[in-house]
C-alpha cells in the first residue's frame, strides 16, 4: 500500500541552524501539507501546497519557515533558524484531489532543538 | 471560525467494554468534511473515517461506529468490545474547503484512550 515517507525519524539540532525535513508524499498525490504536533498538544497546520505553490499558511509558518518541491517525488520543510520552541513532532501528508480530501499521513520526523 | 472540541482528555476503560469518544465542531461552512485520525504509541497518524457535510448516515465498520448529527455538530467515534490494541490518541478534524487546493485539517485536543486487560 502506497504510504507518506518522512526522513529522518528524528533530528537532533542546535539553535539557530537550519534543518530540512523530508518527505515523499504518495506518488500521485497533489497536495501536500506539513503539521506540526509540539509534545502532548494537538495537530497544528503549518502549510498546504498545490501546483508548486503555497496555497495557505498559519500564522506559525513565519518568515523562518519554507516549503519545497525540488523534484517529482520530494517535499521539503525548511527552518532557516531553528528555535527551542520549533522543538516538536513534524508531519507531512499528502492527498490525491479526488479521493474524497483524505489526507494521508507520515510516520513523522521528531525535531530536538537543543 | 472553525474549532474542534474533544472535551474528554483522557478515558480509561477494560478490556471489552464499549467506549464513545465525542467531538463537537464548529463552522460556518455548509460543505465540510469531518475525519477521525488514531495516533499510536508509535507516533503516526492513522485515517480511520472520513463524512462529508451531506452525509449524515451514519456507518459501522466491525468494532467501530461513528454518529454524525448536524443538529447538535457532533461527531462521535464509538469502539464495541474495545480491545487493548486500540489503546491509542484519537483525533478528530475538520476540513472545510475539500474542493480547492487548501482542504487543512483543523484538529481537536484529541483523546487518549488507555484500555486496559
Known amino acids: 500500500e502506497p504510504e507518506v515517507t518522512q526522513t529522518p525519524s528524528h533530528q537532533v539540532t542546535q539553535m539557530g541552524q537550519e534543518v530540512i525535513l523530508r518527505c515523499v508524499p504518495i506518488?500521485?498525490?497533489?497536495?501536500f501539507y506539513w503539521y506540526r504536533q509540539i509534545l502532548g498538544q494537538k495537530v497544528e497546520f503549518l502549510v498546504s501546497?498545490?501546483?508548486?505553490?503555497?496555497?495557505?499558511k498559519s500564522e506559525i509558518f513565519d518568515d523562518q519557515f519554507s516549503v519545497e518541491r525540488p523534484d517529482g517525488s520530494n517535499f521539503t520543510l525548511k527552518i532557516r533558524s531553528t528555535k527551542l520552541e520549533d522543538s516538536a513532532m513534524y508531519f507531512c501528508?499528502?492527498?490525491?484531489?479526488?479521493?474524497?480530501?483524505?489526507?494521508?499521513f507520515g510516520a513523522g520526523t521528531r525535531l530536538s532543538v537543543l | 471560525a472553525q474549532k474542534v472540541t474533544q472535551a474528554q482528555t483522557e478515558i480509561s476503560v477494560v478490556e471489552k467494554e464499549d467506549v464513545t469518544l465525542d467531538c463537537v465542531y464548529e463552522?460556518?461552512?455548509?460543505?465540510?468534511?469531518l475525519f477521525w485520525y488514531k495516533q499510536p504509541p508509535s507516533g503516526e497518524l492513522v485515517f480511520l473515517i472520513r463524512?462529508?457535510?451531506?452525509?449524515?448516515q451514519n456507518e459501522i465498520s466491525g468494532r467501530y461506529s461513528w454518529n454524525f448529527q448536524k443538529s447538535t455538530s457532533s461527531f462521535n467515534f464509538t469502539i464495541t468490545a474495545s480491545q487493548v490494541v486500540d489503546s491509542a490518541v484519537y483525533f478528530c478534524?475538520?476540513?472545510?474547503?475539500?474542493?480547492?487546493?487548501?482542504?487543512?485539517?483543523?484538529f481537536g485536543q484529541g483523546t487518549e484512550l488507555s484500555v486496559k486487560p
Open positions: 501528508a499528502s492527498r490525491s484531489g479526488t479521493d474524497k480530501n483524505i489526507q494521508y
Open positions: 506518488s500521485n498525490h497533489l497536495y
Open positions: 501546497f498545490y501546483n508548486n505553490e503555497i496555497s495557505e
Open positions: 463552522t460556518r461552512d455548509t460543505t465540510y468534511y
Open positions: 463524512r462529508n457535510s451531506f452525509d449524515e
Open positions: 478534524a475538520l476540513s472545510e474547503t475539500p474542493y480547492n487546493q487548501g482542504g487543512k485539517l483543523i
